[in-house]
């Protein structure tokens, strides 16, 4: 007969439960069961060869180290240790073991002892603790730091695996700076190394990819008429990528020249050297104390002049032009006034319009013709000849007509003539040959087909100056 062992209750042969406490019944049978499979376990294992219980110890023995092990390398790889190896850093200024701990997304930024010296004179400008750097670190990777901060701070944690462990690095950010220079062949300097060269006008050069810290920038820019420099210090830090305009203090020199408004084309030379001005007819950049003068050429369609040279000592530079007639021009328009002396007389006396040659077709209409058909209706008979031209040279005055697109000049003449006037050929023979003087406006015209300077116009003067003269005498 069986009873509970946990209450003590009668049990039937073939009960499996207690019927007063629910205990669950062991049966003889089961308990020699499992006495039989403890038995079997522990024979086994005293039957084990010697072989297999090394085998099953190594594994054991594998999985124990393995587990150190990774405990271990979790240690050596976690993110307080990179943070503290990153503290003691910048606390020792130890650029090798920063260099160590950086790395960039930027291949073509290379990190080595020399660049972490930047960092560390910009941590050091700005009094920033390694131990406030390491904090912010901390709370940056814990997505704790203030937006403010965070963008302001360049570093980051990135998180990798490698094998079965998590790698942690910290990431620097590069920072570019983008240079903009006025003039062409500006080097531009970082930190002593030239580092680019432009090679057109308003060129922007990006410069980098750099590391945060302290940087000083130059450039420098010599020409034949300048030397400009611009130097400052750059204070990098963050992400944001600076624009930078260069300020090369140079002065400008605006030119006036004399008759600039009538010439076809100018010419601006600096000490002998040809320049293009601006459309405030300004160069730049030039420094004063590196040129000496400077003058301008005028071209014409009878030719071309030049100014006077004028020192190059102030903004604004006068070049004066005696006048806009070279001399050969001069010549020319000498020889067509005392040759209109000649015709005139030459065209009355034969009472015949085409001895004019030097006089346009607007004059003949309008003076000439009539004037010597005249004489033909009132029957008037000339004798006489040209004797002096006397042509003030300080009277030329050179003009032109937009409208017409005609170059003019006015001219000042004294003509000198010995006339003899009757109203027959009989009579004129028996009279006496009188001096006349004209003094008279000439005014020419630039013929550009003939290349040549003809009477246009004339009208009597009552006043003529004899200060500065060209005399031409007929015998």
């Known amino acids: 007969m069986n009873f509970c062992k946990h209450c003590g209750q009668q049990l039937n042969e073939h009960d499996h439960f207690c019927k007063s406490c629910g205990a669950a019944i062991q049966t003889v049978q089961q308990a020699l069961t499992t006495g039989e499979q403890k038995q079997s376990i522990s024979k086994k294992i005293k039957q084990a060869s010697k072989k297999q219980k090394v085998i099953g110890f190594s594994l054991i023995a594998i999985i124990i180290i393995f587990i150190a092990i990774y405990q271990i390398g979790q240690q050596f790889m976690s993110v307080d240790r990179l943070i503290n190896q990153f503290e003691t850093a910048i606390t020792e200024r130890d650029a090798d073991a920063l260099a160590s701990i950086l790395t960039t997304n930027n291949q073509d930024l290379e990190i080595d002892a020399d660049r972490i010296e930047r960092l560390f004179e910009y941590l050091e400008e700005y009094q920033m603790d390694s131990?406030?750097?390491?904090?912010?670190?901390?709370?940056?990777?814990?997505?704790?730091l203030e937006d403010d901060l965070n963008n302001f701070l360049p570093f980051d944690i990135q998180e990798d695996s490698m094998f079965f462990f998590n790698r942690y690095q910290i990431v620097v950010k590069p920072i570019t700076i983008s240079v903009d220079a006025d003039y062409a062949d500006t080097v531009i300097q970082l930190n002593g190394e030239t580092v680019a060269t432009t090679d057109q006008d308003n060129q922007t050069i990006d410069i980098g990819p750099l590391l945060p810290g302290l940087y000083f920038l130059e450039a420098e820019f010599e020409s034949e008429?300048?030397?400009?420099?611009?130097?400052?210090?750059?204070?990098?830090?963050?992400?944001?990528?600076?624009?930078?305009?260069?300020?090369?203090?140079?002065?400008s020199v605006q030119f006036s020249v004399d008759y600039s408004l009538i010439a076809e084309e100018i010419q601006y030379y600096i000490d002998d050297q040809e320049v293009e001005l601006d459309d405030q007819y300004s160069y730049r950049p030039i420094s004063f104390d590196k040129v000496n003068s400077a003058y301008a050429t005028l071209s014409f369609p009878w030719g071309e002049v030049q100014s006077e040279q004028s020192s190059v000592d102030a903004r604004i530079v006068y070049l004066d032009v005696d006048s806009p007639l070279d001399e050969a021009?001069?010549?020319s328009i000498i020889?067509?006034?005392?040759?209109f002396g000649t015709e005139f007389i030459e065209a009355h006396v034969e009472r015949d319009p085409d001895y004019f040659n030097v006089t346009d077709e607007w004059v003949l209409d309008e003076y000439l013709i009539d004037s010597i058909e005249d004489m033909i209706d009132n029957d008037l008979y000339w004798h006489g000849s040209h004797i002096e031209t006397l042509i003030d040279?300080?009277?030329f005055?050179?003009?032109y007509d937009e409208d017409e697109q005609r170059f003019y000049t006015d001219v000042?003449?004294?003509?000198?003539?010995?006339?003899?006037?009757?109203?027959?050929?009989?009579?004129?023979?028996?009279?006496?040959?009188?001096?006349?003087?004209?003094?008279?406006?000439?005014?020419?015209?630039?013929?550009?087909?003939?290349?040549?300077?003809?009477?246009?116009?004339?009208?009597?003067?009552?006043?003529?100056?004899?200060?500065?003269?060209e005399q031409i005498t007929h015998d």
């Open 131 to 144: 131990s406030m750097l390491a904090d912010n670190l901390r709370l940056k990777y814990n997505g704790e």
């Open 329 to 331: 021009a001069k010549t």
């Open 412 to 469: 000042d003449v004294e003509y000198h003539f010995q006339i003899a006037e009757a109203e027959s050929e009989d009579d004129l023979a028996e009279q006496d040959l009188e001096a006349v003087e004209n003094t008279v406006q000439l005014d020419l015209i630039y013929d550009q087909a003939q290349d040549q300077w003809l009477i246009h116009d004339y009208w009597l003067k009552y006043s003529f100056d004899r200060s500065n003269l």
């Open 335 to 339: 020889e067509v006034v005392d040759q």
């Open 393 to 395: 040279l300080d009277s």
């Open 397 to 399: 005055y050179v003009w």
């Open 225 to 251: 008429f300048a030397y400009l420099t611009d130097a400052r210090e750059l204070e990098l830090f963050n992400q944001d990528d600076p624009y930078i305009e260069l300020y090369f203090s140079s002065d």
